[in-house]
């Protein structure tokens, strides 16, 4: 790993690591670009060599690594930033190893930085020599996509050298490879991404189109200075010419400036597209810089985020502004055009990958589209602020999260203001866990439900009585990673409410699912963040456990919590269950379990509270004596 670094958005310096055969120039090609000036008599392997930052017009310094075959060199090019490899152009040996040994040896070592492949000594080259550097180098090329490109050079006669550093350090600050697939010749898809959003950014009037103002001011922007009118005239001529819908009645249309930036790399010219991405806030990965996606990052483990009313009514007007045949749903070709100026959708992969309810023909309705942003928000709120800006929204990030008061204070004031709850569904295999999940997004039973074998999540609106609504979040807790997760002391930290799906049928599964309640509320007593919690007796349509349901009663009453939920997936006899678990989770001071330890602490402050209210009364005695004596003691003087 590189010890230059990024600050403030600019890189600091480059790290470039030198390496190859022996004898193929290495130390020579770095005393010539440090000295300007070719020495025969330069030592086997040089110290590191600091090239100014003024040699290039980026102005970033280069730190030059030479190698030898020491273990060293292993170190050394773990920590570039790019890899120089050199072979000798008087010697066809040293350009075959880099095939076989130098190329796939830095992917053994997991070096994945830009590779530039140089060939010194060219003054010694055979000037009869069969193929053309492009012929040799091209099968290398499709191969190790790595290389960034290839040049000769010789230290002798300074042919080339500096050139050498100037594709290095542009390797690094403009690299190819996130913006242009070179086998397509296109540009990539987040690239194409990128430029779509400064596009509509810019386009003010959003008629599709960037006018002769909006182009002077995104230059202004990013170059910082405005183009002549004869300049304009030039750009709108060659996009014209190449690509006619490029160019409009009104400006510059989309298509248009996405190939003028294939244009601009095709040309070698990456700086002018890689100065637009990063003036709006891009890293080397096409995506926001962490600068321009502040979050809230002092919060307790018990306090969530949320999104605040301005950002849910914007998440509103997107969603109905790509709804354009205005179902209700969001088709998924819509939903693919409403992230188009996202690095890529958010939710085309777990945990958000099927979480929310959708459509029997596959949309999304309004409800599941602000259930999946809540979800986002809750357990990756900086994720969740990056794509508000990528989809538009341009408000202060204050104005769009919020974080919600502690669930300890919640406790004591014995009322919460959240408006998105996060319930843990705890229960042994087979328990119905992944079918009240299902259920609770709409999903019909199905005999053939596989169990979940990891973390999974389920989210919806839940309409309360009254017409308020809720969100309520439920996390699957895979029973083989209990013990991991409490391994973490703040695990329950996150969970407004717990509860423990038993199959009401199994012996077994009723007893594992106590003994999850039992460690949830030690967990919970040990770590200060207790929970209410609610029992769940599933698959209620076959023949109970006797035991369990008498048992189930009992457990309840001696720990202080509601009475099991009986509930049938298969049947569809819910129990009004999800409006149930909001209700525990409503009341954050109620349906804690009370372990021994808790039922203690409780008689031990009753015992103190009795005691102090004896010591309070008797104080209260002493001083209405103590007065009534001074009154008798008043009078009696005054007679006197």
């Known amino acids: 790993m590189s010890t230059t670094g990024i600050y403030g958005g600019k890189r600091t310096g480059v790290r470039v690591v030198v390496a190859g055969d022996r004898g193929t120039g290495k130390s020579t090609l770095i005393s010539a670009v440090a000295t300007e000036a070719f020495d025969r008599n330069v030592p086997p392997v040089l110290p590191p060599t600091r090239l100014p930052a003024d040699l290039y017009n980026d102005l970033v310094p280069l730190t030059v690594i030479d190698t030898s075959s020491s273990s060293k060199r292993n170190e050394e090019l773990k920590r570039a930033d790019v890899v120089v490899l050199t072979y000798a152009c008087d010697q066809p040996m040293t350009l075959s190893r880099l095939s076989t040994y130098w190329l796939p040896e830095l992917r053994h070592l997991g070096v994945k930085v830009p590779v530039i492949l140089v060939g010194c000594k060219l003054d010694l080259q055979d000037e009869q020599a069969p193929m053309s550097m492009e012929q040799v180098m091209s099968p290398i090329m499709q191969q190790f996509r790595e290389i960034e490109t290839c040049i000769e050079c010789s ?109 601009f790399i095709e040309k070698g010219r990456l700086e002018t597209t890689w100065a637009v991405l990063r003036k709006f806030g891009y890293d080397d990965d096409l995506k926001l810089a962490d600068e321009f996606v502040p979050v809230p990052s002092k919060r307790a483990p018990d306090q969530s985020v949320e999104l605040t009313t301005e950002a849910v009514e914007f998440l509103r007007g997107i969603f109905r502004l790509f709804d354009t045949d205005n179902d209700g749903a969001l088709q998924p070709h819509q939903l693919e055009d409403l992230f188009a100026t996202a690095p890529e ?162 012996e077994h599964s009723w007893k594992r699912s106590r003994e999850l309640l039992v460690e949830v509320a030690k967990q919970g007593e040990e770590s200060g963040y207790g929970v209410p919690c609610l029992l769940i007796a599933a698959k209620d349509d076959l023949d109970p456990y006797p035991m369990a349901v008498r048992d189930s009663l009992g457990i309840s009453q001696e720990l202080g919590i509601e009475a099991p939920v009986r509930v049938s997936m298969k049947l569809n006899t819910m129990n009004d269950v999800f409006n149930r678990i909001l209700s525990v989770a409503e009341h954050p001071h109620l349906s804690i379990p009370e372990t021994e330890t808790r039922k203690n602490r409780k008689k031990y402050l009753q015992v103190v509270n009795r005691s102090l209210m004896c010591v309070s009364v008797g104080a209260a005695a002493a001083f209405v004596g103590l007065a009534a004596y001074r009154a008798y003691s008043a009078r009696r003087n005054a007679s006197g």
């Open 345 to 506: 959708s958010p939710w085309s992969e777990l945990p958000f990958e099927d979480a929310a309810e959708i459509t029997a023909s596959g949309n999304l309705p309004l409800n599941a589209f602000l259930s999946e942003w809540a979800l986002m928000t809750l357990i990756d709120p900086k994720k969740s602020m990056a794509n508000l800006i990528y989809i538009g929204y341009t408000g202060a990030p204050a104005s769009a999260l919020h974080v919600t008061r502690r669930r300890s204070v919640d406790r004591k004031k014995q009322k919460t203001e959240r408006n998105v709850f996060h319930c843990f569904v705890f229960g042994p295999k087979n328990a119905g866990k992944t079918a009240l999940l299902n259920s609770f997004i709409g999903r019909s039973f199905s005999k053939s439900d596989t169990t979940t074998t990891g973390e999974r999540f389920a989210v919806n609106v839940v309409n309360q009585v009254g017409g308020n609504k809720k969100t309520l979040v439920l996390r699957e807790i895979p029973e083989d990673e209990v013990k991991t997760f409490f391994s973490k002391k703040t695990f329950l930290a996150a969970c407004d409410v717990a509860v423990f799906v038993h199959d009401s049928s199994s």
């Open 155 to 263: 230290a002798a006669t300074n042919n080339q050298v500096p050139e050498v550093f100037y594709y290095a350090q542009k390797a690094v600050l403009h690299p190819t490879t996130p913006l242009f697939d070179q086998e397509r010749q296109a540009l990539q898809p987040r690239c194409i991404s990128a430029l779509r959003r400064i596009f509509t950014l810019c386009d003010h009037d959003m008629d599709g189109a960037l006018n002769d103002s909006e182009l002077n001011e995104f230059q202004v922007k990013c170059f910082n200075a405005p183009l002549q009118p004869a300049e304009i005239v030039g750009v709108k001529r060659v996009v014209h010419e190449k690509l006619p819908d490029g160019i409009n009645d009104i400006g510059l249309t989309l298509s248009g400036f996405l190939f003028l930036h294939a244009l």
